[in-house]
């Protein structure tokens, strides 16, 4: 979070703040706040001074916050009787001591007990025995009192109390009740001491705290008498602003200096040093990690000489377990010296690398029960060198498919503040034809080869977005059966751009993807933007754009999705990239691109999902695609050979499974002919 300078601001600019405030007026030592949070402490950090043996009027004028004695006499007794009748009813301990001595000349000493005492009049006084100058105190003073009334017998502990309700209601720092005996009866004076008038604050040692919200938060008080009940609660909205951001600061100290001015210290509890300890897997004893500690650190947004946050903290636990390196994170803070703090986040590192064996279903095959099915091997290091940085080769085999590809990433370049990734690619493929071209009236198969290498770089842009820059080199063409190219399919349709067996491209690429997420839902829009750059003569040159958009509502217990993609193709491009429409992730209810394959296209779906029982739920949904009447322009017209109709609709029900693998989707759709059909998936739809 960003610093700001101490906050220091008064209500008159003409205000002149003394450097060494005079010792004679009082202060009020608030540090027991620190521990606290409540002004109630400042009445124990000062109960000593009050506790001290009191006079009846020659001490009146030590600094003591709060003192009240209550003195009955009569104008008759002597020194001596007075000496040798009365007694001290014992001190309270709490803030305002009383004491009570009645000297009667016919009443012997009777120790411990409590007598009432008719009291004829009440009045509220300064200390100087004067009416006060501000009604409106007078008049709070009155509204504190609750047993202290005009005709009423009190006892020592009921003036005592009253003395409380009076500094309770947070006006005055003094009250001292002081008894006289007259011709009407006895009159009781609670002499008062009215807090200073509020005329500026300096704040020190808050860093982070904003000056708006500490003006704010004492603005209604400027020019206005102190009120200690007040103070308390801005103080407790300081710390509550600290507490709702995991900050580890408080506000430590109050003081009130001459000429109204208030002063809080602010502690904040700042990060002094930041380690890593690695533990092992099996003992949880303290090892020797593979990770440098640095290629970690890097990750954390809590940084040496920050005030500590443990909300922040929580964050950094997620960001590095998102590195996919550790088991099990941890942070312990630590005390330090001059109120620092100290950081160990304590990591259990996962193995680094192995082999892997699955399986998958291919999307391009439509025919054959076990058609589909592929089968993959798979070696993956995911912390070469100690720095987080991946490789992984794999290699998968179907009765059509197949692929073998290296991929190398960094996820983040070594001295670069933009948290650039990069990643390398190389890669040797084929993939069915059928999409685009379908099933070859003479039985035979046609596939797409594709051999590949390109690099990536993406960063961060700004909150919530994100983009990619790359370049990728791909040679592709169609190949039989035996893997001998061909040019043209069985209705003589061009199957390159080039009219040779293979088509060269060197393709640009620029994407961008926002991703945000909230209370009610999340939401997703990409754009991604390919360019070919005809670098030799034989190479293509055309420009492809891509864009989706995804909205997902939570209300209650459902969830409505609604996403739509849409896309468009300038320039000479190979027919195997024209857009493809119908299928499990398109439009349900069709084969994997029997609504058609154009130049352009649009897609939209809308979901209805809801839980059934324990991980399984259901979906009810319905798409909707077109290829904008674009069929045609593709070289040699595939979807129109074929006789695709170029747009439809479905619509249907499924059930979801939750697994490790994502979602497991089950979904059995009707198309606009009303010809039904099973789809079957794993993960979200792309």
């Given at each position: 979070m960003r610093r700001n300078d101490d906050v220091r601001f008064i209500s008159f600019p003409s205000l002149k703040l003394p450097h060494s405030p005079p010792p004679s007026p009082p202060r009020f030592d608030l540090r027991s706040?620190?521990?606290?949070?409540?002004?109630?402490q400042l009445i124990d950090s000062i109960k000593a001074r009050s506790q001290r043996p009191q006079t009846r009027s020659g001490d009146s004028n030590r600094p003591v916050l709060c003192s009240a004695s209550l003195s009955l006499t009569r104008s008759g007794d002597s020194a001596e009787s007075k000496s040798d009748r009365s007694w001290l009813v014992r001190k309270s301990p709490l803030l305002c001591s009383a004491s009570l001595s009645l000297s009667r000349s016919d009443e012997s000493t009777r120790s411990g007990s409590e007598e009432r005492v008719l009291i004829s009049e009440v009045l509220i006084r300064n200390k100087d025995g004067e009416e006060l100058e501000r009604k409106?105190?007078?008049?709070?003073?009155?509204?504190?009192?609750?047993?202290?009334?005009?005709?009423?017998?009190?006892?020592?502990?009921?003036?005592?109390?009253?003395?409380?309700?009076?500094?309770?209601?947070?006006?005055?720092?003094?009250?001292?009740?002081?008894?006289i005996d007259t011709r009407d009866g006895i009159r009781l004076i609670f002499q008062v001491k009215p807090n200073q008038e509020f005329q500026g604050l300096v704040c020190e040692g808050a860093n982070v705290l904003p000056a708006k919200f500490l003006k704010d938060a004492f603005y209604d008080g400027y020019g206005k008498v102190i009120n200690l009940k007040r103070l308390n609660e801005v103080i407790t909205s300081i710390n509550d602003w600290y507490m709702d951001r995991g900050l580890f600061a408080m506000v430590s100290a109050v003081e009130v200096l001459s000429g109204g001015i208030l002063k809080l210290q602010v502690s904040e509890t700042e990060v002094n040093n930041i380690a890593i300890r690695f533990l092992d897997r099996k003992t949880g004893e303290p090892t020797i990690g593979k990770t440098k500690p640095e290629?970690?650190?890097?990750?954390?947004?809590?940084?040496?000489?920050?005030?500590?946050?443990?909300?922040?903290?929580?964050?950094?636990?997620?960001?590095?377990?998102?590195?996919?390196?550790?088991?099990?994170?941890?942070?312990?803070?630590?005390?330090?010296?001059?109120?620092k703090v100290?950081?160990?986040?304590?990591?259990?590192?996962?193995?680094?690398?192995?082999?892997?064996?699955?399986?998958?279903?291919?999307?391009?095959?439509?025919?054959?029960?076990?058609?589909?099915?592929?089968g993959s091997f798979a070696y993956s290091h995911r912390n070469l060198f100690g720095r987080n940085q991946k490789l992984h080769v794999s290699l998968e085999r179907g009765q059509i498919d197949s692929l073998f590809r290296i991929n190398y990433s960094d996820p983040w370049i070594s001295g670069d503040d933009m948290?650039?990734?990069?990643?390398?690619?190389?890669?040797?493929?084929?993939?069915?034809?059928?999409?685009?071209?379908g099933d070859q009236l003479d039985g035979s198969n046609l596939t797409i080869g594709r051999?590949?290498?390109?690099?990536?770089?993406?960063?961060?842009?700004?909150?919530?977005?994100?983009?990619?820059?790359?370049?990728?080199?791909?040679?592709?063409?169609?190949?039989?059966?035996?893997?001998?190219?061909?040019?043209?399919?069985?209705?003589?349709?061009?199957?390159?751009?080039?009219?040779?067996?293979y088509d060269d491209m060197l393709l640009a690429k620029l994407e961008t993807v926002y991703t945000g997420s909230g209370d009610s839902g999340s939401s997703m829009l990409k754009f991604n933007m390919e360019q070919g750059l005809p670098v030799l003569p034989d190479w293509l040159f055309f420009n492809r754009m891509n864009a989706r958009a995804r909205k997902d509502l939570e209300i209650g217990p459902t969830h409505l999705l609604?996403?739509?993609?849409?896309?468009?193709?300038?320039?000479?491009?190979?027919?195997?990239?024209?857009?493809?429409?119908?299928?499990?992730?398109?439009?349900?209810?069709?084969?994997?691109?029997?609504?058609?394959?154009?130049?352009?296209?649009?897609?939209?779906?809308?979901?209805i999902s809801f839980p059934l029982l324990g991980p399984v739920g259901g979906v009810i949904f319905?798409?909707?695609?077109?290829?904008?009447?674009?069929?045609?322009?593709?070289?040699?017209?595939?979807?129109?050979?074929?006789?695709?109709?170029?747009?439809?609709?479905?619509?249907?029900?499924g059930i979801r499974l939750d697994s490790p693998l994502g979602p497991l989707r089950l979904e059995y759709a009707f198309n606009d002919k009303g010809t039904p059909r099973f789809h079957f998936g794993v993960g979200h739809r792309n």
């Open positions: 706040l620190f521990s606290n949070n409540s002004l109630s409106d105190l007078e008049l709070e003073a009155l509204g504190a009192l609750k047993a202290c009334r005009a005709n009423s017998a009190l006892t020592v502990r009921e003036v005592q109390e009253d003395v409380h309700r009076i500094i309770d209601s947070g006006y005055f720092c003094q009250c001292m009740p002081v008894a290629t970690i650190l890097r990750q954390l947004t809590t940084k040496k000489g920050q005030v500590y946050s443990m909300l922040q903290g929580k964050r950094d636990v997620e960001t590095v377990l998102t590195m996919g390196l550790m088991e099990d994170v941890s942070i312990i803070p630590q005390p330090a010296d001059s109120g100290d950081i160990t986040m304590n990591v259990v590192e996962r193995p680094s690398g192995g082999f892997s064996a699955g399986g998958g279903i291919s999307s391009g095959i439509t025919s054959g029960p076990l058609s589909g099915l592929i948290r650039t990734s990069r990643t390398i690619m190389v890669q040797n493929s084929r993939t069915p034809g059928t999409l685009i071209h051999i590949s290498a390109g690099i990536d770089y993406s960063r961060p842009i700004r909150p919530k977005w994100s983009g990619t820059a790359g370049l990728t080199f791909q040679h592709a063409g169609a190949r039989d059966e035996k893997g001998s190219p061909i040019i043209k399919d069985f209705f003589s349709s061009p199957l390159t751009a080039s009219g040779n067996s609604f996403s739509v993609s849409g896309g468009h193709v300038v320039g000479n491009f190979p027919p195997h990239e024209a857009f493809v429409i119908g299928g499990t992730n398109s439009v349900r209810g069709y084969e994997e691109g029997a609504v058609g394959s154009g130049r352009s296209y649009a897609v939209g779906c809308g979901e319905a798409d909707y695609g077109t290829d904008l009447a674009s069929g045609p322009t593709v070289p040699g017209d595939p979807a129109g050979a074929r006789l695709k109709p170029g747009s439809g609709y479905g619509y249907g029900l």
